[in-house]
């Protein structure tokens, strides 16, 4: 058979590692592999290119994706272009790493063989109980938290760290555990200022320095909103980012000097850890083995502590948010982080 490979929407580590495992098991099962090019645009363009062994050994070590990828071009409106463009490709059926909104462009499309494995930085797909490239990004985080707080405490400063994670806050909860920020803040557990400035008066007298997590997604409690308004002075809250409106909101609540840092795209760009690179390594391994069966309409899925094949429609769920009682929470609570 050829069979196609293609990555969608935002990269994250770990998309060479499935890119190089699904490669090398199809070649080993005696098939043809192709790499689409930049997401859909290679399907719309026919731009791909072989993959062989040359091609792919080694990639898993990086992140980023030697295909490329993009989160712009849909299928809406434009069905019978994609799959005229998909026909011309003459691939039997596509593994497809992409999170749900991919997937759903594709189910669009009548006649497109599929084989999901499922993608998002920030953890939130349901029908699996771990995305690919979160572990790399709690990496960056808690290294983050582990370099930021010598400076703090340097400087007797609040340094918060804004992660990645617009609705939900599993790279904030899991990076801040892993080094156990002063405080973690997440999306699903809105903000009350009140606590908060009373949390932060306490260490002031306790601690030289402390670091805040902040998922980039935080929520505040709808009464305190105003507040922060207020404090902004003449900056709406909307209009710039949770890390930077806290620390001025800190340093003129508690008169304590505070400085913000964004970690962005630095948590997608990190080489992906250990652990990443055993889930993606089995991913692409089932991806591969489900072509090659003919079993289309499955995307392989970390379940139970196991990779293994599920229903693709499982992926496309409502997200999967953190709990805001999760055994994590409950853990930080225990340690005195303020969450
Ligand atoms: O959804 C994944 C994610 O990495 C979010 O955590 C982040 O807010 C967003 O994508 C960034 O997207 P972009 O690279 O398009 O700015």
Same mark, same amino acid.
């Given at each position: 058979?050829?069979?196609?490979?293609?990555?969608?929407?935002?990269?994250?580590?770990?998309?060479?590692?499935?890119?190089?495992?699904?490669?090398?098991?199809?070649?080993?099962?005696?098939?043809?592999?192709?790499?689409?090019?930049?997401?859909?645009?290679?399907?719309?363009?026919?731009?791909?290119?072989?993959?062989?062994? $040359?091609?792919?050994?080694?990639?898993?070590?990086?992140?980023?994706?030697?295909?490329?990828?993009?989160?712009?071009?849909?299928?809406?409106?434009?069905?019978?272009?994609? !799959? !005229?463009?998909?026909?011309?490709?003459? #691939?039997?059926?596509?593994?497809?790493?992409?999170?749900?909104?991919?997937?759903? %462009?594709?189910?669009?499309?009548?006649?497109?063989? &599929?084989?999901?494995?499922?993608?998002?930085?920030?953890?939130?797909?349901?029908?699996?109980?771990?995305?690919?490239?979160?572990?790399?990004? %709690?990496?960056?985080?808690?290294?983050?938290? $582990?370099?930021?707080?010598?400076? *703090?405490?340097?400087?007797?400063?609040?340094?918060?760290?804004?992660?990645?994670?617009?609705?939900?806050?599993?790279?904030?909860?899991?990076?801040?555990?892993?080094?156990?920020?002063?405080?973690?803040?997440?999306?699903?557990?809105?903000?009350?200022?009140?606590?908060?400035?009373?949390?932060?008066?306490?260490?002031?007298?306790?601690?030289?320095? #402390?670091?805040?997590?902040?998922?980039?997604?935080?929520? =505040?409690?709808?009464?305190?909103?105003?507040?922060? $308004?207020?404090?902004?002075?003449?900056?709406?809250?909307?209009?710039?980012?949770?890390?930077?409106?806290?620390? !001025?909101?800190?340093?003129?609540? #508690?008169?304590?000097?505070?400085?913000?840092?964004?970690?962005?795209?630095?948590?997608?760009?990190?080489?992906?850890?250990?652990?990443?690179?055993? =889930?993606?390594?089995?991913?692409?391994?089932?991806?591969?083995? &489900?072509?090659?069966?003919?079993?289309?309409?499955?995307?392989? *899925?970390?379940?139970?502590?196991?990779?293994?094949?599920?229903?693709?429609?499982?992926?496309?769920?409502?997200?999967?948010?953190?709990?805001?009682?999760?055994?994590?929470?409950?853990?930080?609570?225990?340690?005195?982080?303020?969450?």
């Amino acid at each position: 058979m050829r069979i196609g490979i293609l990555t969608g929407g935002g990269d994250a580590p770990g998309l060479n590692g499935i890119i190089e495992a699904a490669t090398r098991t199809l070649l080993n099962l005696g098939h043809e592999v192709v790499g689409i090019q930049d997401g859909f645009e290679g399907i719309y363009s026919g731009n791909h290119v072989p993959l062989t062994l $040359d091609t792919v050994r080694g990639r898993h070590a990086f992140a980023g994706t030697l295909l490329g990828t993009s989160s712009r071009s849909g299928t809406q409106g434009r069905e019978t272009e994609f !799959k !005229k463009a998909y026909d011309k490709l003459n #691939i039997e059926g596509l593994i497809v790493a992409g999170g749900d909104g991919t997937f759903r %462009c594709l189910q669009d499309i009548e006649g497109v063989r &599929l084989i999901g494995v499922p993608k998002t930085i920030d953890n939130d797909l349901p029908g699996t109980d771990a995305t690919f490239g979160y572990d790399t990004a %709690c990496s960056v985080v808690s290294e983050a938290i $582990d370099d930021l707080r010598t400076t *703090a405490s340097a400087h007797k400063r609040i340094i918060i760290i804004e992660t990645m994670g617009r609705t939900a806050g599993w790279i904030a909860l899991g990076g801040g555990m892993a080094s156990m920020a002063d405080a973690i803040l997440i999306p699903e557990r809105p903000l009350n200022l009140n606590k908060f400035r009373d949390f932060l008066k306490s260490k002031h007298s306790q601690q030289r320095g #402390i670091i805040v997590v902040a998922s980039e997604g935080t929520t =505040l409690e709808k009464d305190v909103q105003r507040e922060l $308004d207020k404090s902004g002075a003449s900056v709406m809250v909307s209009d710039y980012g949770i890390g930077e409106r806290l620390a !001025k909101w800190t340093e003129e609540e #508690i008169h304590w000097e505070a400085r913000h840092v964004i970690l962005g795209h630095l948590q997608r760009s990190h080489p992906p850890s250990t652990t990443d690179r055993f =889930l993606t390594t089995a991913m692409g391994i089932v991806a591969a083995r &489900l072509a090659h069966k003919g079993e289309w309409g499955k995307a392989a *899925a970390f379940k139970n502590g196991q990779v293994m094949p599920v229903p693709i429609e499982s992926l496309m769920g409502p997200a999967r948010n953190v709990d805001p009682e999760h055994r994590w929470v409950k853990m930080a609570q225990a340690l005195g982080i303020f969450i």
